[in-house]
T-cell receptor, first 113, second 110 residues
Framework: KAGVTQTPRYLIKTRGQQVTLSCSPI?????VSWYQQTPGQGLQFLFE???????NKGNFPGRFSGRQFSNSRSEMNVSTLELGDSALYLC????????????FGSGTQLSVL | GQQVMQIPQYQHVQEGEDFTTYCNSS?????IQWYKQRPGGHPVFLIQ?????EVKKQKRLTFQFGEAKKNSSLHITATQTTDVGTYFC??????????FGPGTSLSVIP
């Protein structure tokens, strides 16, 4: 069974641009969560989707948004990029909505110049 | 909002020494999970604890969940170089929201 796939693996953008990151969960998994990881802040929860509905949201500005499609694939979008958005963005999938076990992808490393 | 703390932030041990990391939540948790992230890798699920006072073992790793379901610990006996990485606890609170602690980075000196 293929694991969680995130694309692209690396991204370089400039301030003010927008970016879209993609996540394909493990087949059969319906819950997808997104996390931002930085050396000083650890894993910060962005949002979680289950069956195309946003279940939970972290404390990030409205520039961060996401969605989930009917095939459970998910995208997150960051508009008007800032230098502080440079981070590793991790996607995790889980079979059900109780998040009893998260399976992480390798992440997208975003650098904002 | 719900916060999860971990101590210590860093730990350097000689190979063969024991290691413990502690996790505390500001609110009662429905359950707690532990993950390990190797340098350059992504977090990998280790275990989930659900019951108050629960203790689980995986070879040299011992996990405990506090009686009040607000704290947890991970103990590694006789560390090896393969144990190097960052250990995260993650609390599951209301609406099944998963909140990670800041992690404990373990270095093992051979």
């Amino acid at each position: 069974k293929a694991g969680v796939t995130q694309t692209p693996r690396y991204l370089i953008k400039t301030r003010g641009q927008q970016v879209t990151l993609s996540c394909s969960p493990i087949s059969g998994h319906r819950s997808v969560s997104w996390y931002q990881q930085t050396p000083g802040q650890g894993l910060q929860f962005l949002f979680e989707y289950f069956s195309e509905t946003q279940r939970n949201k972290g404390n990030f500005p409205g520039r961060f948004s996401g969605r989930q499609f009917s095939n459970s694939r998910s995208e997150m979008n960051v508009s008007t990029l800032e230098l502080g958005d440079s981070a590793l963005y991790l996607c995790a999938s889980s079979p059900g909505q109780n998040n009893e076990k998260l399976f992480f992808g390798s992440g997208t490393q975003l650098s904002v110049l | 909002g719900q916060q999860v703390m971990q101590i210590p932030q860093y730990q350097h041990v000689q190979e063969g020494e024991d290691f413990t990391t502690y996790c505390n939540s500001s609110t009662t948790l429905s359950n707690i999970q532990w993950y390990k992230q190797r340098p350059g890798g992504h977090p990998v699920f280790l275990i989930q604890l659900v019951k108050s006072g629960e203790v689980k073992k995986q070879k040299r790793l011992t996990f405990q969940f506090g009686e009040a379901k607000k704290n947890s610990s991970l103990h590694i006996t006789a560390t090896q170089t393969t144990d190097v990485g960052t250990y995260f606890c993650a609390g599951i609170g209301s609406y099944d929201k998963v909140i990670f602690g800041p992690g404990t980075s373990l270095s093992v000196i051979p």
